[in-house]
């Protein structure tokens, strides 16, 4: 019986071969992508003199073009990472109201600014954004995947030890 199941799956291995072919440009096997726009996300994290971290998150929105930078502080950085996460969520859910408050109708920022502290989050007035920090675009509506989070926060922990060290060094 053993022979006759290897001449079986052979048989099928040949006929698997013959109806393979070589693909030809139009081919579409893959799944099309759906929107080639990203809401691309920078975020820092450091500590402030009172010790708690100041996580700051800027977000730039292609479909309106604009960008919102926002901040919250959080007394650990487990705590911080569970309300990035949040906050990451909130802000890809919210776009189009962020939008219409923030800047379709711009004379009312206090509105935004109420919107945000709701979620716990701050506007973050700062002009200047750090130039060292973590990135990750998204699809601009949908949820924000697991596997994203974990480099963002590897990197936002290397961020904190890299500062953590250099305030070691630089008080020696």
Not at 43 to 59: A, E, H, L, P, W
Request: proline share 4%; charged share 25%.
């Amino acid at each position: 019986m053993g022979s006759g199941a290897s001449a079986q799956n052979s048989e099928q291995k040949q006929s698997w071969l013959c109806s393979a072919r070589t693909p030809q440009i139009g081919d579409t096997n893959m799944p099309a992508r759906t929107s080639a726009v990203r809401n691309d996300y920078r975020c820092t994290i450091d500590r402030n003199q009172s010790g708690k971290y100041c996580v700051r998150i800027q977000v730039h929105y292609p479909r309106h073009a604009w960008t919102l930078s926002i901040f919250f502080l959080a007394s650990s950085f487990d705590r911080a990472m569970k309300k990035l996460e949040e906050a990451l969520d909130f802000l890809q859910r919210q776009e189009e109201k962020l939008w219409f408050w923030g800047v379709d109708r711009a004379e009312d920022m206090g509105f935004s600014a109420e919107f945000l502290k709701e979620a716990g989050l701050r506007l973050d007035r700062r002009t200047e954004f750090p130039g060292k920090a973590t990135n990750v675009s998204l699809t601009p509506e949908r949820e924000v995947p697991a596997f994203v989070l974990g480099p963002m926060r590897r990197g936002l922990a290397e961020s904190v030890e890299m500062s953590r060290s250099a305030a070691a060094g630089g008080g020696s």
